[in-house]
Nanobody
Framework: QVQLVESGGGLVQPGGSLRLSCAAS????????MSWYRQAPGKERELVAA????????FYADSVKGRFTISRDNRKNTMYLQMNSLKPEDTAVYYCRRVGGYWGQGTQVTVSS
């Protein structure tokens, strides 16, 4: 069955970096566009970044443009989100998503001094 497992979250100081990973199984990653979402306490889940099946095209929310980079390694069936210059407002649970309504369990990112 389709499974998505996020990892790489944690506590980081403002200005720091983290790299999130989303390991996919049960399907061929290269056949699907993928995306990262996040949900902060008391807020709706929002789209952060997306990438086409080949990785040739990407999308970023304005709030993360220039700081976050989405990428994928189809040979490893894994998607990534490199997050630099982190801000306290980036604090949220980050989820990876595949079309068809498949979500991972999420990984917590906390940006605080």
């Amino acid at each position: 069955q389709v499974q998505l497992v996020e990892s790489g979250g944690g506590l980081v100081q403002p200005g720091g970096s983290l790299r999130l990973s989303c390991a996919a199984s049960g399907f061929t990653l290269s056949s699907y566009a993928m995306s990262w979402y996040r949900q902060a306490p008391g807020k709706e889940r929002e789209l952060v970044a997306a990438i086409t099946d080949t990785g040739g095209s990407t999308f970023y929310a304005d709030s993360v443009k220039g700081r976050f980079t989405i990428s994928r390694d189809n040979r490893k069936n894994t998607m990534y989100l490199q997050m630099n210059s982190l801000k306290p407002e980036d604090t949220a649970v980050y989820y990876c998503r595949r079309v068809g309504g498949y979500w991972g369990q999420g990984t917590q990112v906390t940006v605080s001094s």
